[in-house]
């Protein structure tokens, strides 16, 4: 990342640190941490039946620690408080006789001469209102009807590029009055089906099973810091890139966040839902900081342990959020994996986008793929190959872009091709290739081949990367657009002022074809479909439902882009020839046609070797303001699909419409 986005980078995400109070003091001397046992039990936090509840905690420097009850879930002071007994490798432990479901509660430790805050701990998974106390509850009785039986579909041959990714804040598919859904910017709301706008066309779940893609990628659902779920009606917003409660749902987003029975069974209603309509689900996490670290569960019980500090003792600051998280430390390692591992087998989670990924170890990363494929083989995993800035922590050993070929299959985003496509999305007027900006082609051509080695490519020409950083096509998320920055629409417009709003659209497709058809992993953002604007806003991550929500009214107007994209993705499913696994096959079977004139991309894929049903397959992007004559290769070539009907061979060439792809195959 340049300076110029990291700049950017830094005053977008010091924008979370504003809804918070403090970051945490600096520690007068940073402990040796190594020195603080492990615990290798799995038992942390709540393990409950109905004749005992056993609560363990870890604080080993802890001298005293106490399990407080409470017969509310936010008011009044505690009915019962229990010493809890030192056990081993630094936990703390009560064991309640009897039956207490329903109950609150919530645990302090003595360090020195200070009782700390109470707090739930980090294990907690079901809290009341605003996640100040945990709940105990009976995790089986929240499993809807038919949860024993519930499983992930089926997506292509389940490899990571068979997905087809679409991004989704939860409020904003429902909020909308045109969206015809009941239970609006709730769970619940994305598990209705048959839902129609004012003009009869589908909106949320049924408008995104209808599209085609394979997973719907929804922002942070965990517990976040940032809406009063106290207040339901007051118009507030946020993305939910603030956490709180890791192993908990978001009560925002339930009928009854009070009762944590109620937003845990509602999740999983939605995500049933997903899954008996073909749609698997990806959660986005967000480990890397918490919403205010002298607060936070963790450094209420371990004062520093899960912080990276600076020399002098102050916390460490990769996020821009006032502190950043230490993957490498063991207890943290462990803890990411457990939550990773509770979402999975209690949720029936698909997958996980890992914000701020950079952040994190590289090991820690490993780890977390190897663990997960055990329970899920075909589960996807992605993340920001990034940080918002810089860590104490070597780049050598995190999960940055440059060393994704490092991870185990985690993919990361492609901004190259993000950017190579629309311009650099820190600077308003920049443009790229969909909109006319000369000399992108190489950025284009390395988003094609997933970010990896390709004998054709110039590598110096390309806009950041300068070297291939994958090693699989696995390992690119290919995309053009995404909830930060402005959508894709209101990026075209603000950086082409002249364009027609015919003119715009055309590029927003070509952007969206380029991306269908490009190898690695796909990723639209919602709405892109429906040509999706944010009223020029920027980020919006808390911005009213009025810039936020989906326009589910737009959809008739917008119905020629929906089926481009429909189409798209029934082109990429239907053809391997788009979803190459392998690198090596990948360079030898895709030839870019070196000589496209300027403004122009194209392409053949050998069908023949990768197991597809055409022979040959041909791609040209022309982003022009004219058609082009495009000279072909020899052979009867047939029109799969373009934009515009003008489009298509002919003796021996081929007419690309201005801004249009155009896909041809030979039998």
Known sequence: MNTSSLLRWLRKWASCILLLPGAGAALAQVPDFGTYPVYEGSDLGLTYNSRQSVFRIWSPVAEAAELLLYKHDSEGLPFRTVPMIR????????????????????????????????????????????????????????????????????????????????????????????SGIKHKGKYLGLAEWGTRSPEGLSTGLQHIAELGVTHVHLLPFFDYNSVDEAAPAKAQYNWGYDPLNYNVPEGSYS????????????????????????????????YNHVADAGSSNFEQLVPGYYFRQRPDGSLSDATACGNETASERPMFRKFMIESLLH????YHIDGFRFDLMGVHDIETMRQIAQRLRQVKPDIVLYGEGWTAGASPLPDSLRALKKNAHLLDGIAVFSDDLRDGLKGSVFEEKDRGFVSGKAGMEPSIQFGIVAGGQHPQLAYDKVNYSKAPYTSAPEQAVAYAECHDNHTLADKLKLSVPGAT??????????????????QG?????????????????????????????????????????????????????????????????????LQFDVMAPPGTVAYIVNGAMVGDSWRLLMVIANSGSQEIKYNLPPGDWQKALSMQATSGPGKGAATVAAHDLLVLYLQ
């Open 87 to 178: 056990d081993e490798q630094g936990t703390w432990v009560a064991n309640m006789p009897g039956n207490w479901v329903g109950t609150y509660y919530c645990f302090r430790v003595r360090i020195g001469q200070q009782w700390r805050q109470p707090v739930p701990d980090p294990y907690a998974k079901a809290v009341g209102t605003n996640g100040r106390r945990a709940q105990v509850v009976d995790l089986r009785r929240t499993d809807p009807e038919g949860w024993a039986q519930d499983a992930s579909p089926a997506f292509g041959q389940n490899k990571a590029t068979d997905a087809i990714l679409y991004e989704l804040h939860i409020r904003d598919a429902s909020i909308d009055g045109a």
């Open 255 to 286: 009928s009854n966040p009070a009762d944590g029975a109620v937003r845990i069974k509602e999740l999983k209603q939605m995500v049933q839902a997903f899954h008996q309509h073909g749609l698997r689900v990806v959660m986005d996490v967000v």
């Open 343 to 346: 979402w999975v087998q209690e």
């Open 501 to 518: 709003p015919e003119q715009l659209m055309r590029m927003q497709q070509l952007a969206q074809g380029l991306v269908l058809t490009s």
């Open 521 to 589: 992993i796909p990723f639209l953002h919602a709405g892109t479909e429906l040509l999706r604007s944010k009223k020029g806003v920027e980020n919006s991550y808390k911005s009213p439902d009025s810039i936020n929500r989906i326009h589910w009214s737009s959809k008739a107007a917008s119905m020629g882009t929906v089926q481009w994209v429909q189409q798209l993705i029934a082109l990429r499913k239907a053809h391997p020839a788009f979803r190459i696994a392998d690198a090596g096959v990948l360079a030898k079977a």
